[in-house]
C-alpha cells in the first residue's frame, strides 16, 4: 500500500513538474513575444514617415500579432498619407504654375493650372485630414477591437502606443495638420487670383526674355501686390523656401 501511495506521490510530482515547466515556458515565450513587439514598435517610431518604407511583416503571434498588426498597418496609413501630401506639394505641375513658361503656354483661361490646383487642394485635403484623424485620441485608442483580444492586450497596447509624450506629439501634429491645411489653401486661392488678374487683362500683357510686362502703372501694381502677398504666404505660413524661391524666380516683372 505504502508502494503505491510513494507510486501515485511520484506521478503526482512528476506532474506538478511538468505543470511548473510548462507554465515557466509559456510565460518566458508571451514576455519574449512581448519583448519583440516592443522592439518592433521602437524601431517604427524610430523611421522617417516621408522617407522609410513600413511594411507589415508580422513577428509575434496569437493575440500579439493581432496587437502588431493593428499598430504596423497604422504607422504604414500614416507614412502613405505622408507620402502622399509631399507628392501632391512637390510636383513639377504646382512649382512651375506661375513661370513665365507656363503662364505663356496656358493662356489665356489657364485651363492646365487651374486643374492643377484643383487636384492639389483635393489630394492634400484629403490628407491632411487622414493624418488629423490618425493623429486624433479616440481613433488610436479603439484601434484595437476590444472583442478580439483581452484587456491585458489593450492595456499592453496603450502602453507602448499611448504614452504621455505621445499625446502631447500627437495634439500638436493635428494642430499642424490644420495649420498647413489653411495656409496651403490660401496660397492657391492667391495663386488663383494672380490667373484670374492675367485671365482679365490678357490682352495687356506679354512675356519676353522670362518676364512679364504690362500695359498700364495700374496692372503692375496690382500684380506685384498680389506677388507680395503670395510670397509672403509661402515664406510665413507654409514656410517653404522651395516655392519663395520659385516664386521669385519665374514671377519677376
Known sequence: MKKRIKKVLAVIGIILLLFIILVGYLVYKDLKQEDVLKKEVINLSNKDLLEDNFNIDIKTT?????VENAIKKYYKE?????????YALDN?????ILSTDTLQ?????????????????????????KIATLCDEEYIKNLLDKEKVSDYYIDFYKKIMYTEKDIKTLIKTKEEMEEISNSLN?????????????ERNNSAWYIEDKQIYFETEEQVNEYNKLYEELKGIANDKLGSKKYVKSIDEDMSI
Not at 62 to 66: E, I, R, T
Not at 92 to 96: A, K, P, R
Not at 105 to 129: A, Y
Open 78 to 86: 500614416l507614412s502613405d498619407n505622408v507620402k502622399k501630401l509631399n
Open 186 to 198: 490660401e496660397f492657391l486661392d492667391k495663386v488663383e487670383e494672380i490667373l484670374s488678374m492675367l
Open 62 to 66: 496569437g493575440d500579439y500579432a493581432y
Open 105 to 129: 503656354s496656358d493662356r489665356p483661361s489657364f485651363t492646365k493650372s487651374r486643374n492643377t490646383i484643383k487636384n492639389v487642394k483635393k489630394t492634400s485635403t484629403e490628407s491632411l485630414q
Open 92 to 96: 513639377e505641375e504646382l512649382l512651375n
